[in-house]
C-alpha cells in the first residue's frame, strides 16, 4: 500500500497496528519501526539508554518523512507564489500614458 505523495510505502498493516496497539497519530509510513521499539521498549522497562539502535532508525524514519513535507510544501509555496506574480495587480494609480 503506499500513501499518497509520499516516496515511502506502508509496510506495517492495519492488522500488525491494531495488534501492537500503535495509536492511530503513530500510524504512518514508519509503523513497521515502531512495533519493534515499543516491544523492546517493554522488555526493557523503557530504560533510556536501551533499545538505542531501534529508536535510532524510526526517529531517522520519521525525519526523512518530515523532511519530504516540508519539500513538497516549499514547492507549493513556490507554485502559488508564481501563479500570485502572473496575476494582474488590479487597477494601477497612475495610468500609463501612451507616450511614456
Known amino acids: 500500500m503506499e500513501v499518497e505523495g509520499s516516496s515511502k510505502k506502508m509496510i506495517a498493516t492495519q492488522e500488525e497496528m491494531v495488534k ?37 532508525v524510526y526517529e531517522k524514519c520519521e525525519y526523512e518523512l518530515v523532511m519530504e513535507r516540508m519539500l513538497q510544501m516549499q514547492k507549493i509555496r513556490e507554485q502559488e507564489a508564481a501563479a500570485k506574480s502572473k496575476q494582474p495587480q488590479g487597477i494601477p494609480l497612475i495610468p500609463k500614458t501612451a507616450n511614456a
Not at 512495533?35 to 530504560?47: D, G, H, M, T
Not at 533510556?48 to 535510532?56: A, F, G, M
Open 20 to 56: 501492537a496497539k500503535v495509536p492511530l497519530a503513530y500510524r504512518d509510513q514508519c509503523a513497521h519501526l515502531l512495533i519493534p521499539l515499543n516491544k523492546c521498549r517493554q522488555a526493557e522497562f523503557y530504560l533510556p539508554w536501551k533499545c538505542e539502535s531501534e529508536r535510532h
